[in-house]
Every structure is written in structure tokens, then in C-alpha cells.
């Protein structure tokens, strides 16, 4: 499967705990983001990378979240300190660099459970 | 500030009858527009895209959308509704000025229903 690939599937953790999700793009692709969404939205925008650079971060991405990508290749996300309002599902995706209007394509999500 | 508006929470609709999903947007500059579905369980997959050109988008499983850029605004359509269309339809708008940067705005999504 050459998609972008998403693990874990589903998270459930306790409040207070961290917690690290993993984006695997399609191969090639230099752009990935990540997106949340939560029961009966849209996916909100989180971040951006080109290549290993961050170069977008919304007004959402608290303190408490860190995003990687070390050598352009695949992404983490951590949650630091869990809250109850974290459960959503994390999605990531990923484009090529043809041009500035190449659509993106999503992975399956990370569904991630606060209890 | 880019933002996209799917006034429609469900559309129910026969099999066989056409299908419309209502989308308006707003952007500052030009509008690069999407249009993304999603199983349950599933991610989003692409549908079609506007950038430039015709203004009428031809895009998978028989999907097409039009752009008027009077009423800012990319309906998706399709002619003859199947049951295994019955899902939940993103409607999703990217500026194009710089300030904008390079991420997707989505709509909350209007759920699609096609009973037999």
C-alpha cells in the first residue's frame, strides 16, 4: 500500500499521560500536515512541514503539542499532558511539491480517547 | 481569514435522483477549491478540485462540481445518486495569496444519505 500510512489506528490514554502518534507520507511527497477533527466536524489545520522544516502552526497547536519531522521523510505528533478535550482524530497528509494547487491526500487517522 | 460554509448538516435523496451538496466559501485572494468524502472508519479521499479553467469540474465516481465565482460558491453534484454514495461530503477552500500559507480550510460536512 503506497498511502499515507497512520499508527496507532486508536489511542486510549489517561488523562495527564503523553502520547505520540506516527505519519508515514507517501513516498516522495516533501509536503505533510496535520489535521484534528473532532466528532461531526471538519478536520481543523495543525501544522505544516516541507521537508523537515515547520513551516505553519495554528493558533490550536498548544504548548502541549510537538510536531516533528526529522529527516523529511516521517512525522510525529505528541500530545504532552493529555486533557479530556484532546479526543479527536489526528489526521495527517501529504502532497507533492509540483505545484502550489496539488490536492492533498489523508491517511486513516489516529483516533485518540482522553478518559 | 479563509472560510467555507456547508449550510446543509444531511442531504437525503432516492437512488437513481440527483445529488447536490451545497458549498460557499470565502477567501481573500482566488480560490483553490476541494471536494473530499469520507467512510466511516476512513480518511478523506479526493474527489475533485477547482484551480482555474472551466468552470464546471469533472472529478471520481462520476462527481462533478461547478464554480460560480458570482455567488462564491462550488456545489457538488451528481446526476444519478447510488447507495453506496452515502457518506460524509468536505467541502474545502485553500487562498491563494501568500498570507494565507498552505493549509486547507474544511467545512463542518454534510452527511449524504441515498436510500434505495
Known amino acids: 500500500d503506497t498511502g499515507v500510512s497512520q499508527n496507532p489506528r486508536h489511542k486510549i490514554t489517561k488523562r495527564g499521560q503523553n502520547v505520540t502518534f506516527r505519519c508515514d507520507p507517501i513516498s516522495e511527497h516533501n509536503r505533510l500536515y496535520w489535521y484534528r477533527q473532532t466528532l461531526g466536524q471538519g478536520p481543523e489545520f495543525l501544522t505544516y512541514?516541507?521537508?523537515?522544516?515547520?513551516?505553519?502552526k495554528s493558533r490550536l497547536l498548544s504548548d502541549r503539542f510537538s510536531a516533528e519531522r526529522p529527516k523529511g521523510s516521517f512525522s510525529t505528533l505528541e500530545i504532552q499532558r493529555t486533557e479530556q478535550g484532546d479526543s479527536a482524530m489526528y489526521l495527517c497528509?501529504?502532497?507533492?511539491?509540483?505545484?502550489?494547487?496539488?490536492?492533498?491526500?489523508f491517511g486513516q487517522g489516529t483516533r485518540l480517547t482522553v478518559v | 481569514a479563509q472560510s467555507v460554509a456547508q449550510p446543509e448538516d444531511q442531504v437525503n435523496v432516492a437512488e437513481g435522483n440527483p445529488l447536490t451538496v451545497k458549498c460557499t466559501y470565502s477567501v481573500s485572494g482566488n480560490p483553490y477549491l476541494f471536494w473530499y468524502v469520507q467512510y466511516p472508519n476512513r480518511g478523506l479521499q479526493f474527489l475533485l478540485k477547482y484551480i482555474t479553467g472551466d468552470n464546471l469540474v469533472k472529478g471520481s465516481y462520476g462527481f462533478e462540481a461547478e464554480f460560480n465565482k458570482s455567488q462564491t460558491s462550488f456545489h457538488l453534484k451528481k446526476p444519478s445518486a447510488l447507495v453506496s454514495d452515502s457518506a460524509l461530503y468536505f467541502c474545502a477552500v485553500r487562498d491563494d495569496i501568500k498570507a494565507a500559507g498552505n493549509k486547507l480550510t474544511f467545512g463542518g460536512g454534510t452527511r449524504v444519505l441515498v436510500k434505495p
Open positions: 512541514f516541507q521537508n523537515e522544516a515547520q513551516l505553519e
Open positions: 497528509a501529504s502532497s507533492p511539491q509540483l505545484e502550489e494547487n496539488t490536492e492533498a491526500f
